[in-house]
């Protein structure tokens, strides 16, 4: 299984700043998602991370507020923009091979003021 | 859209085991997930069934798929107090994209 690596782990922000969270992986992965877990809430899938081209949003989800960069087969970063209180949260990557099992990073805990 | 469902809580007693059920509704699911998160950590992947098998056993987990109600159940025997956490069951939505569709998650309390 893949190693994976958040950066940071935790982080307390002020309203309206941003925050760029990294993924790192250990091996080459074809597959990299960005998923957000509220308080007391399951995940839900914010984004396909695409090497080298423009990031998949699922709906309810947008650019301007998760600028998402992967540029290269190991590497993905997240930016929560402009953050308000409601995107306190835990930010997970995860990654996977077609037709194979998904892994998961530690996780992001996030805390808006 | 495609939708995962779980039980919210279940409690036993140590020694006992526990039988926690998920329904799904993506006939196209390729794969089926069960993961554990412990307080303040991240998702484990504790086992994974292919769509075309009816049972999977690892140790003490065994996991069960009944493909025509679209029931998928985690059975771990022999439970213990760490076994206490969320367990999560996911659905790779759409084939094999990698999109995962969670259930709300099924938390176990263990009690000694």
């Known amino acids: 299984s893949a190693v994976i690596s958040q950066k940071p782990s935790r982080d307390i922000c002020q309203r309206g700043t941003s925050l760029t969270i990294q993924c790192q992986v250990d091996s080459q992965v074809t597959m990299m998602f960005w998923y957000r877990q509220q308080p007391g809430q399951s995940l839900t899938l914010i984004a396909t991370?695409?090497?080298?081209?423009?990031?998949?949003?699922e709906s309810g989800f947008v650019i301007d507020k998760f600028p998402i960069s992967r540029p290269n087969l190991t590497f993905s970063t997240l930016t929560v923009s402009n953050m308000s209180p409601e995107d306190s949260s835990i930010y997970l990557c995860?990654?996977?091979?077609?037709?194979?099992?998904?892994?998961f990073g530690p996780g992001t805990r996030l805390t808006v003021l | 859209g495609e939708d995962v469902e779980q039980s919210l809580f279940l409690s036993v007693r140590e020694g006992d085991s526990s039988v926690i059920n998920c329904t799904y509704t993506?006939?196209?699911?390729?794969?089926l997930y069960w993961y554990k998160q412990e307080p303040g950590a991240g998702l484990q992947l504790l086992t994974y069934?292919?769509?075309?098998?009816d049972m999977k056993q690892d140790q003490r987990l065994t996991v069960l798929l009944n493909k025509k109600d679209k029931h998928l159940s985690l059975r771990i025997a022999d439970t213990q107090t760490g076994d206490s956490a969320i367990y999560f069951c996911?659905?790779?939505?759409?084939?094999?994209?990698?999109?995962?569709?969670f259930g709300q998650g099924t938390t176990l309390q263990v009690k000694p």
């Open positions: 069934i292919f769509s075309n098998m």
């Open positions: 995860s990654v996977g091979q077609p037709l194979d099992t998904q892994y």
């Open positions: 993506d006939s196209s699911s390729t794969y």
């Open positions: 996911a659905d790779s939505a759409h084939g094999n994209t990698g999109k995962l569709i």
């Open positions: 991370a695409n090497q080298g081209s423009e990031a998949t949003y």
